[in-house]
């Protein structure tokens, strides 16, 4: 007899009575005519009426023709995101800065199927790209900044490892010989390599990096053109749609540090964009962004810093109640298959995962 038709009793096993088999095959029943309600109501918005919160934030890093290694919520090519823009005002979503979604928290006015686009990093392909495509729209943005990235004292090493990665077979990194041939391969050694690196200093990630591309006969001069130049991120901030934000001096993985230098990250990145682009720089992303990359207490310390808010990438609406967690302000990452229906059942499918 199948071991899985058997139930215990006692210690024993015993044969399922018919009115046993029976409860079984309705409760099966009663979850699935359930699930098909439910996936019904999510697509038509019913229930997400409800569920979709006062607004999302969408966070991007680069917008430009090459897919990342790390995935299609890292780069997403130009022509995908007009569509998600078109989509999205199409089906009556409001695109609004970041110091108005906050001013409305504060406010208590409430917003419906608001969106903010938040940019991390500050890549340099974004002033040929994704700037052109938020004039064209007339869409605010965020731009968070490394202090040490504008300045060209280091270069995104992530960036980096991928390119090496991807122009060459093989290289060395800290003595060590890695060899990969096909996408598969090397998308699987670059995610294993970022998770080592993510918590090394960021100067160090940088060196072994640069020490590699020599090794392997590929321009340096190239790492440190990869993020936005001072003179770009002047012009960028002198745009009524632009808010410039701090994302650390270093892209530290804040976990890391002892409070004095966590403390020094913080400030240097303030007052360095507030000098840079004479305006008050308020609104902080953590680098990474998930929960894990976020130390206990940095509330406090962005608080004395000056900071007004701080964003994560941990995904949910953005609710009136966040108005009391402005320092925890949760982002959905775009990625190519973002649709308005995805924003709209979220909150539900937290609640309901397989939908």
Known sequence: MPTHLLIKRDGARFLPSNTELTKGKMNKIGW??????????????????????????????????????????????????????????????????LDRLIQALHA???????????????????????????QRFGVPFTLYLVSGFVRGELFPWWVGLEILIRERESFTL???????????????????????????????????????????GLATERLYELSLNEDAVKRLAQDPLCTVGAHTSSHFWLPLLDRQTLIAELEENKTYLERLVHKEVLDFAYPYGGKQDIPKGIENLLK????????????????????????????????????????????????????
């Open 304 to 355: 004395e810093i000056g900071y007004r808010s701080a964003v994560s990438l941990m995904w949910s609406p953005v609710y009136g109640t966040h108005r009391n967690f402005l320092f925890y302000l949760p982002r959905r990452v775009v990625s190519p298959s973002l649709s308005a229906h995805d924003l709209c059942r979220s909150h539900f499918t937290r609640i309901f995962p397989f939908l």
């Open 174 to 216: 800290e003595g060590e010989r890695y060899i990969s041939y096909t996408i598969t391969q090397k998308k699987r050694l670059f995610l294993r390599l970022w998770r080592l690196y993510k918590k090394y200093p960021p100067r160090k990630a940088c060196d072994l990096i640069e020490v590699a591309f020599r090794r392997e």
């Open 108 to 134: 208590q006015i409430p917003l419906r199927r608001a969106v903010v686009i938040t940019i991390d990093d500050g890549y340099e392909d974004f002033i040929n790209e994704a700037y052109l495509i938020f």
């Open 32 to 97: 699935g005519i359930m699930h098909a309600v439910l996936r019904w109501l999510a697509k038509r918005r019913i229930m997400g009426y409800f569920y979709e919160g006062e607004a999302v934030i969408l966070a991007l890093h680069r917008v430009c023709h090459t897919p990342s290694l790390l995935g299609p919520s890292f780069c997403i090519s130009p022509t995908e995101l007009v569509r998600i823009l078109n989509n999205l005002r199409h089906e009556g979503f409001l695109f609004i800065s």
